[in-house]
């Protein structure tokens, strides 16, 4: 390309996402909530967590209280019948360690999905009523818990460790939710397929300057709304529903104050430099440019342009009766509604942090930014290690030949391929190093 030109996308291949009215909201409380709340309102008594899921967790969070000495994937709470349960919660996708500090907002990719835990749940229904008796009020507050494990866990099981299902989760919950009210129905109402496509989880604070939520820009109007659905797990009805949501208005003003972490290692700003330039002129078009002046141009880009596996477009977020199913709920009532709007396209991302959010693609099937900026280069199944690559910028890994265990990522699996977004195909060697040099100080 002569180094005067910028490389520019044709219009009839992106569409440029508007923003949305967002409520206003308190970071610290939202951060509060996020760590302490019962917004999963069902889950184990505290007594059998303790006694044989864990006990004496180093709290990195530094909670405290009745939540000291619980795992940071689990909130302690009281219910108003005074049973004192632990639950799962966010974090369980939304944190991750680098060189070993717990990180706020980066996708969890060691979480295990592989697993279904409905194999375990007769175990803990036992436990529960050896301990407290089937008609306690320890049975009932963790009864919702069960049977939305039972519901699910067949479901949602992936090939990968790492590979996330959360967005089947929420069709499957959907399927067993009245519309009008959020109760619960046993007899699935929405017919899903069996596949389970997965994602890999975006890094929390790329969402303060995205105008639609996930990978396909499917997630339209209230934030709050949309990031509140993981409750539909265990709440009762649609008046739990609307105090868990007054309270995520603060959970998400708390994620727009998340910041990528700087890079921890040696940067050759010379090279930076120079990857800078060449980083505007062949990737900022999608994807913007950094720093105090910062631009974002929220495109969703054309499927047929971009190329990467389409599984993600037809499943989930694209089953029809789940988009009706939502947008005709409560969830799409005003004031602060939420909306699905699928498309044949995905969303270029902000790069912030890019660094630390190997692998890349939406459903992590790269493992380092090198492969991405050479498609032919990628490895069709491999198994990542323990150490980061700083030339390469993301996880060093070990090439197979088969697929052995659930650690291994194998491409040919269905929802799991590593194709398209060949766009820095064209570079030279010289000039991909200078851009991944740069992508270390964004």
Not at 287 to 306: A, C, E, K, R
Request: proline share 5%; net charge negative.
């Amino acid at each position: 390309m002569p180094e005067d030109l910028k490389f520019e996308v044709p219009a009839e291949r992106v569409t440029a996402l508007q923003a949305s009215a967002q409520r206003q909201g308190d970071p610290d409380k939202g951060r509060a909530y996020l760590l302490t709340g019962d917004y999963v309102d069902s889950g184990i008594p505290i007594s059998l967590y303790k006694a044989f899921l864990g006990n004496g967790v180093t709290d990195e969070l530094q909670r405290g209280g009745i939540n000291e000495g619980i795992h940071h994937e689990y909130n302690a709470f009281t219910t108003e019948e005074g049973v004192e349960l632990v639950a799962p919660n966010c974090l369980q996708c939304h944190s991750s360690y680098i060189n070993n500090e717990l990180i706020l907002g980066l996708g969890n990719t060691n979480a295990n999905f592989t697993m279904d835990p409905s194999a375990f749940s007769g175990i803990l229904d036992a436990l529960v009523i050896s301990n407290f008796g089937e008609g306690s009020k320890e049975w009932d507050a963790y009864f919702p818990f069960s049977r939305a494990v039972k519901a699910t866990g067949p479901n949602i099981t992936t090939e990968t460790i790492g590979s996330n299902s959360a967005d089947k989760l929420a069709a499957v919950l959907a399927s067993h939710r009245n519309r009008e009210d959020l109760t619960w129905v046993d007899d699935p109402k929405i017919a899903l397929p069996d596949e389970v496509i997965p994602t890999d989880v975006p890094a929390w604070w790329l969402l303060k300057k995205k105008n639609a939520m996930f990978y396909t820009g499917v997630g339209r109007g209230d934030y709050a709304r949309i990031s509140m659905a993981s409750s539909t797990l265990t709440l009762k009805d649609t008046v739990k529903a609307r105090e868990i949501d007054e309270k995520f208005a603060d959970v998400v003003a708390f994620i727009h104050s998340l910041e990528a972490p700087k890079y921890p290692f040696p940067i050759d700003m010379q090279l930076a430099e120079e990857g800078e330039s060449l980083f505007i002129k062949n990737c900022s078009t999608c994807h913007g440019t950094y720093g105090d002046n910062w631009t974002y141009p929220n495109y969703l880009v054309d499927l047929d342009f971009v190329k990467t596996d389409s599984s993600l477009i037809h499943s989930n977020f694209g089953f029809g009766q789940f988009v009706n199913w939502y947008n005709t709920s409560w969830f799409g009532e005003e004031p602060y509604s939420a909306d699905l709007v699928p498309s044949r396209a995905y969303i270029a991302p902000p790069l912030d942090g890019i660094w630390a959010t190997a692998p890349y693609l939406h459903n992590g099937s790269v493992p380092t930014v090198d492969e991405l900026l050479q498609s032919n280069s990628r490895p069709e199944i491999w198994r990542k290690t323990a150490n980061y690559d700083q030339q390469k910028l993301g996880f060093s890994y070990d090439l197979l030949d088969a697929k052995e265990d659930v650690q291994t990522y194998d491409t040919k699996i269905k929802g799991y391929g590593n194709g398209g977004h060949g766009f820095g195909d064209g570079l030279s060697n010289s000039e991909r190093l200078k851009i991944i040099e740069y992508l270390k100080t964004i």
